[in-house]
């Protein structure tokens, strides 16, 4: 029988800058739960990339003195090293200037066209480069500084051309139907909240093409046009699996079951993208999830207040897999959070250090010292056993339920409420003492606490992969042994452990000041 499929998508980055923390966050939960599915037997197809067209890139690169296309090479590169250097794990990393994707943008554009929904007209109205997006009248406001600005904060500009329009007008009841027949098609329901409220408030027709630059996919037909980037932005979602070829081994894919975002390009990817992809006759994907932004101390990041983190620097400052679970566990997936230097420090000292480390050190140690690294056959099992066994054996459950709904948090949470009851069995049958006293029971104790760590290792790979790997390691569990169906078997007492080394070391601040801080 052929596998699930399960196909997830970052947004797709401007590269007119560097990455910044807030793309690294995306990459690393988008990353976890392509990870999750993949354990847990679907067959994943996980696509992130660069989206290069628009007014921002030109701007941006006439500043460098460079080509957009130049300055989307430069850091376009960087982008991918960011992806290597967190350990994420891609199938496809899609950049919108390749040919296929102009290929495909100007498919989905023709079939729309066909479909009656494209016609020529003028735009006059308001547009800001920094969202590249249009924005009516009333959605923006004059501030003291007499700087117009749209919803999201940044300045619009006047913009008055001959554009292509797609009627937009014509999706609103369709919307709305979908919004109603899929009700997990957005998430969360705030954010799903949000979008309907707007779509009801009226759609207008929406401008989709501009002829006051060339940087972008040309429109079939009329070359003198370039696409509004956001339709081109959006289609990278089907490039990414081989649209315009829907022969392709990798159109099996669609539609995606999951865009991950962030909750300011929401509108583009719950209201725009599934009306485009109704008026082409191709499926709408299955949903949309927001997550929410980071703010670095409780401030949004700028390079004016001088706070913007280097997502490279933080790798190396605190650890790839140290960084991934901070922002995994302490931010609710979908709401806004905030990190600093103290909470990373505290959150990866508590949980990774002292509570997963230690119990699986002191307890792979003790079998190392007392029986040579040969792990112990277990006795009989005791209440106290078979409770905290029970437990490890409800986390899958768990975490299925959670990851369904994009709730990384709280799958994390499920597998810490085991690591602390592990540690409160380990401290509570104190089997460091029963050496002399009850041996055999000591053997049942070590033999459980190790099983308990195996399940726990191999449900945190999503969020650390490199650092469960080392744990798996150490407590000889072989590479084909360490998906979600592997969680069934117990762990074989009896078996030659490698000596153990500590996975989590503590984050201990540099002597002198002066170290880089998040
Ligand atoms: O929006 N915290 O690109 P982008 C969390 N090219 N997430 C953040 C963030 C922050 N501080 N700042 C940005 C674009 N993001 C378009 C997307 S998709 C077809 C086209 C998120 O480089 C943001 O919400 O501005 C988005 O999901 C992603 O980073 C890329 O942002």
Redesign the pocket.
Known sequence: MSRQTFYIT?????PNGVP????A??AIATDALARFQRLDGKDVFFLTGT?EHGQKMIQTAQKENMTPMDLATRNAARFKEMDQRLNISFDRFIRTSEKQHHESTQEIWKRMATNGDIYLDSYAGWYSVRD?AYYAADETVVGEDKVRRGPQGTPVEWVEEKSYFFKLSAYQDKLLALYENQPDFIGPDSRKNEVISFVKSGLKDLSISRTTFDWGVKVPGDEEHVMYV?VD??T??ITGVGFPDEGDKNWRYWPADVH??????IR??AVYWPAFLMSAGIPVQKRVFA?????NRGE??SKSVGNVVDPFNLADQYGVDQLRYFFLREVPFGQDGNYNHEAIVARTNADLANDLGNLAQRSLSMIGKQYGGLLPEPGAFSDNDKAILAMADGMLEQARTAMATQQIHHALNAIWAVVAEANRYFAGEAPWALAKTDPARQKTVLYVTAEVVRQIAILAQPAMPDACAKLLDILGVSPDARDFVALATRIKGGSQLPPPAPVFPRYIDPPEAGAAKA
Do not use: R, S
């Open positions: 970052t947004a797709i980055a401007y910044h923390i807030g793309h966050y995306e989206d590249e956001w932005a959006l990278n979602y991950i975002i962030g909750k300011d390009i583009f990817h997550h929410g932004f980071l703010f949004k990041m």
